[in-house]
């Protein structure tokens, strides 16, 4: 990938108030309608959440979200939208080497992608929408201290070994105050709360902490 679109509202009050702004709903559309086209030409039936950043309790619409999880276009749009609108929850959705989506700052939507996506979508215009064009790549998502052992068999039987004293394991899903779990284990449990773990979390044990 290799060409940016950045999608921003026209107006200066929509770029203010956001979803509050009375002339939020027509630039929504617009940006729904490129969103949409953009996930077909790529190709992209299934978008890998990644970077996931969860303050708030999720909606009910998003209640499986966690990174990693892969979700199809309709969510994929509802997610950007809700990132261009302020309320979150704010993640990257990603095909990989067709199409990256990104929030970025006062209502806008970044999306990267490949010249020939680039030169499909190069007719957008929009009467409530700006759009601009530009080469760049996504920033690459490094991780500076990355934790590589596996929660394996092996893991948990040491966990329940130990877990005849106080022993919790912290589940963490996603970045943010609301993106973590805590289970507190006992030689009984571990095997259930091993399974009810979901996959790519960070898991982190406490022996009577």
Request: net charge negative.
């Amino acid at each position: 990938m290799s060409t940016e679109l950045i999608v921003s509202p026209r107006s200066e009050v929509v770029r203010e108030k956001l979803a509050e702004a009375a002339a939020w709903s027509a630039y929504a559309a617009e940006l729904r309608k490129v969103l949409r086209a953009a996930m077909e030409k790529s190709g992209a039936d299934l978008l890998e959440v990644g970077g996931l950043l969860v303050s708030e309790p999720l909606p009910e619409e998003h209640r499986g979200l966690r990174n990693g999880a892969e979700v199809r276009p309709p969510q994929a749009v509802g997610l950007a939208e809700g990132m261009a609108a302020g309320r979150g929850p704010y993640c990257q959705l990603a095909a990989p080497g067709r199409l990256q989506i990104e929030s970025g700052w006062d209502g806008a939507v970044h999306l990267y992608t490949t010249p020939a996506v680039a030169a499909d979508l190069a007719g957008f215009h929009g009467e409530s929408a700006t759009f601009l064009w530009r080469d760049a790549a996504p920033e690459p998502m490094e991780v500076s201290d990355p934790v590589d052992a596996v929660a394996d068999a092996g893991f948990w039987a040491r966990v329940a070994e130990g877990s005849e004293r106080l022993t919790l394991v912290c589940e963490r899903w996603a970045y943010g105050a609301q993106g973590c779990r805590w289970f507190r284990v006992t030689p009984e449990s571990t095997a259930e709360v091993a399974q009810l773990l979901r996959p790519r979390s960070l898991v982190c044990v406490a022996v009577e902490p």
